[in-house]
């Protein structure tokens, strides 16, 4: 009886450390958030069109009250896949769709240029990160579901 007390204390303790490591992180506090992801373009992946691969996106928001730059930030997966922004700010509220594919970048949809799809449709991280590699915020998914993704 003892030691299954013993256990139990100690169990009770190794939550609350994990809690506290959880609690505000610099990510929690990103006010550039990622708030959608539709990681699998509409129809089969074959034939790759760059149609398909802009159809594969991540969404930023700023979440502050204030412009947020975003110049040379990151966005990854997890295999690392890097995408670097260009010199680029985010009005207050505003949101910016990062496409797979090619195109022309505007203040709300920028391209990585990929010839490839990106974000596997089973599941993936994004992260997103400051100049430093650090902060920004991550979002990830373990499900197969062409409807965009909300973090
Ligand atoms: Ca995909
Ligand atoms: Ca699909």
Redesign the pocket.
């Known amino acids: 009886m003892r030691k299954y007390i013993v256990v139990l204390a100690t169990t009770a303790l190794a939550s609350t450390a994990l809690l506290a490591v959880g609690v505000p992180s610099a990510e929690a506090a990103s006010k550039l958030q990622i708030t959608k992801v539709k990681?699998?373009?509409d129809g089969s992946?074959a034939p790759v069109t760059n149609k398909k691969l802009n159809d594969?996106w991540v969404r930023i928001t700023n979440t502050d009250d204030r412009t947020r730059t975003l110049t040379h930030w990151t966005l990854r997966d997890a295999s690392n896949h890097v995408y670097t922004f260009p010199t680029f700010t985010l009005d207050a509220g505003e949101r910016v769709w990062v496409h797979?594919g090619s195109g022309t970048d505007t203040a709300h949809h920028l391209y990585q240029n990929r010839g490839y799809?990106?974000?596997?449709?089973t599941s993936d991280t994004a992260k997103l990160r400051n100049t430093s590699g650090t902060g920004g915020d991550t979002c990830s998914w373990t499900t197969s579901d062409d409807s965009p993704y909300y973090c």
């Open positions: 990681y699998d373009s992946d594969e797979t799809y990106v974000w596997n449709n």
